[in-house]
């Protein structure tokens, strides 16, 4: 997963790391655990599809993001 990209995205759209953790019902610690794959940490389908919506992923940003 290219985290740098989801960063990327969350800044361009005037969000926050913790904004973008609230909208996904994650705690901050939670979403950043899972955004760094901390100790294998990662997010679920329905937290991936939750982002794809909050962040209004194209479908090109989804392939560079996901499976990059």
């Known amino acids: 997963m290219n985290s740098d990209l989801i960063k990327g995205k969350i800044r361009e759209l005037g ?22 794959e901390t100790a294998g940490a990662e997010f679920s389908l329905g937290e991936a599809q939750a ?7 194209s479908r ?4 560079q993001i996901f499976l990059g």
């Open 15 to 36: 969000m926050t790391q913790s904004d973008l953790a609230e909208k996904m019902g994650l705690s901050l610690s939670r979403f950043n655990a899972k955004l760094n």
């Open 60 to 63: 090109d940003q989804i392939e």
């Open 51 to 57: 982002m794809i919506r909050i962040l209004q992923l």
